[in-house]
């Protein structure tokens, strides 16, 4: 038999647990967010910077750049031949030693000139790449958090209803409610331990992604200390935005390294002219000879002996190359026609950075003001009529398909705010990239 005593207890205990819970945000996931020793988002950074393979796998290329300028300041090696003659059946022989040099003339100027181009413009790429990654690790960093948040708000909500799912077995128990009730209850119960198991996966996975991007194996712990909230609070102290730091598209690496590409094109037709000119090459040979003949003459002693007589001679003289019909003609032109293309690619690049400033900064204002629309008024109304609706239904004066209808724009409401603090932070990080910073 139901007593007032044991409903009014039963609806105390409720209100105090449910009001304490949905009083407050949602408490960040303990699996994954450190306060403490977790890793913010510049230290995140940084450690990609540091650690990140295909970066690591680039900058590589600065040292084969530099390779490749050492060998092109070299000059060409001299050539040392030695031959040795000897005549079938017989004595005489022949013995000539050699050497040529290159003199390698207007060339080397050209080499180490367009060798000097490519080594800027492969250091602008790395630093463009470098861009590039700390943009990836920013977005994965935000979508990673964004994703934790959605898990807390699940997590909430399935204590919430759980407490609420045991009040009205009791209640039904007693027999005060209709078993109803507790069946549409437990069927809410179940679909938001689904959704929360589902949002733990999806968190499961932009932490993988993000250990990913900082060099880690998926099995190594990561935690985090940055929440969603202070990401997009710290946008407030960050310059970048319509009226902080320049939106000048050359300061764009991407910008500068086609720049320099066109630089690297205009060395190269350079050096197509100058090897197409006229080249020297010295040379010098010394020549020992041992010859004679069948017959035999009187020697200075009076003696008949075989007439023989040993040879030595010295030579030297140049070589011209004289560029009469290849005058590097057709490296000339595909070195022209490259530096047509490398400024095709300098204004595309200029166009595209031009748009993805304006673009990230017309996204961030429009985040920024859903954002301030959500914390403002729209949160604490869904959090103020949930508890309404909620203590009103355990009163006993509102229904199960009310209190659900309300959890259910309540949940709506907090992961549209997610969503609305996710658009900012990450039109913040389009914003950074487009305009070339790392930090």
Known sequence: MITSRHVLASILAALLTSTAVRGQDPAPGGAYMDEQAGVTLEAAIVRALEREPSLRAVRADVAVARGQRQQAALKPNPTLSFERREEPAGTDNQTTVSVAWPLDLFRKIGRVHTADREMEATHLAVIDR??????????????????????AVAGDLVSAVSRQFELLRARVQEGATPALERDL????????????????????????????????????????????ESLVRSQHSDPTGPAGAPASRT???????????????????????????????????????????????????????????????????????????????????????????????????????????????????????AVALYAGSARGLARQNLDVVAKTFELGRATVFDMLSEQRRYLEVEQSYTAALREAWEAHAALKRALGELR
Do not use: H, W
Request: cysteine-free; glycine content about 8%.
């Open 130 to 151: 470098e861009r590039l990654l700390a943009a990836e690790v920013r977005m994965q960093y935000g979508a990673t958090v964004a994703a934790v948040r959605d898990l």
């Open 251 to 369: 300061q764009r690496p991407d910008v500068l390294e086609a720049e320099s590409r066109i630089k690297v094109a205009d060395a190269r037709v350079d050096q197509a002219r100058r090897e197409g000119r006229v080249d020297v090459s010295l040379f010098g040979a010394y020549m020992r000879m041992d010859a004679g003949f069948m017959q035999q003459g009187f020697g200075s002693g009076g003696q008949l002996e075989r007439v023989r007589g040993r040879f030595q001679y010295l030579a030297a003289g140049a070589m011209v190359m004289v560029p009469l019909r290849n005058r590097n003609q057709g490296q000339v032109a595909a070195a022209q026609a490259e530096r047509a293309g490398a400024d095709a690619r300098r204004e595309a690049v200029e166009l595209a950075a031009s748009a993805e400033i304006a673009a990230a900064r017309a996204r961030r204002m429009q985040a920024q003001r």
């Open 185 to 228: 209850l437990d069927v809410e119960l179940r679909r938001l331990e689904t959704a929360r198991l589902l949002a733990a996966g999806r968190t499961d996975a932009a932490l993988v992604e993000l250990k990913r991007l900082l060099g880690m194996s998926p099995e190594q712990p990561l935690m985090l200390r940055d929440s969603l």
